[in-house]
């Protein structure tokens, strides 16, 4: 057992596929939303620490990804105006089931240990947050603040471990929220995310951690039935199209 683990093969990828997963994952959790413009090649590479010979190859990928776009004659390289969605359908759907049972987890301890450590000027940047959820307009703005506030509760719990985690999870699943019913998720992420910072506001864990799973289980809720509701829509195409 001990030499099974030692001595097996390591997968290490090329740099250039870890830039490409760095860029990946800032277009899920909408730091980066369509129209963004990227920063300069030179600026990615210095501040990534690699070749501007890697992040071109980076680039290259999620271009041809249809991630980004690149025009002539432009002066930089943007986030595509319609996202590709590279996640396939099936695939997502198990992966958003096992993501809201981590989330169920992880996160309601991380509303816990967040009203136990919150500090006045971490209150006012969930206030901050909740303000960009309420004046988001379109999907993509929307899901820009919602990961915001779920990172921001992950990083007021002082805990590192648990904040990364929180980060994969979103990152993992995210994504493909612009193809769900914008209306539905937006009402009940304000109500939901406005319980937990009350809860972490009156440094009650147990009630931010009892606001934080009512609010993931309204979303899993509401999501799972977009998606039942997608698929029940590709279905009848199929036939639509089969009978034709």
């Not at 939303?33 to 990227?38: A, E, F, K, N, S």
């Not at 999870?169 to 937006?186: G, K, P, Q």
Request: glycine share 4%.
């Amino acid at each position: 057992m001990p030499d099974e683990f030692l001595l097996r093969p390591l997968d290490t990828p090329p740099a250039y596929a870890a830039v490409v997963d760095r860029i990946r994952r800032a277009m899920a959790l909408g730091v980066l939303l369509p129209g963004d413009r990227l920063p300069a090649e030179r600026a990615l590479a210095e501040e990534m620490g690699v070749s501007r010979v890697t992040v071109r190859e980076a680039l290259r990928v999620l271009q041809g990804e249809g991630l980004l776009v690149t025009k002539r004659g432009s002066s930089g390289t943007t986030v595509s105006p319609s996202l590709t969605d590279w996640q396939d359908p099936s695939e997502y759907d198990r992966k958003i089931t096992e993501a809201f049972e981590l989330r169920l987890a992880v996160e309601t301890m991380a509303a816990r240990l967040a009203a136990e450590r919150v500090a006045a000027s971490d209150i006012q940047r969930l206030k901050e947050c909740q303000s960009a959820l309420e004046s988001s307009s379109d999907v993509h703005s929307f899901r820009r603040a919602d990961s915001e506030f779920h990172l921001a509760v992950a990083r007021i719990s002082a805990n590192s471990m648990l904040s990364q985690v929180v980060e994969d999870v979103r990152a993992a699943v995210s994504a493909r929220l612009e193809h769900y019913d914008f209306a539905v998720i937006y009402e009940s992420s304000i109500r939901g995310h406005g319980s937990v910072i009350d809860a972490i506001t009156r440094r009650d864990p147990d009630a931010a951690a009892a606001a934080m799973a009512a609010h993931i289980e309204e979303a899993r809720a509401e999501v799972m039935a977009v998606l039942s509701d997608g698929r029940t829509a590709r279905a009848k195409d199929s036939e639509a199209l089969s009978a034709d």
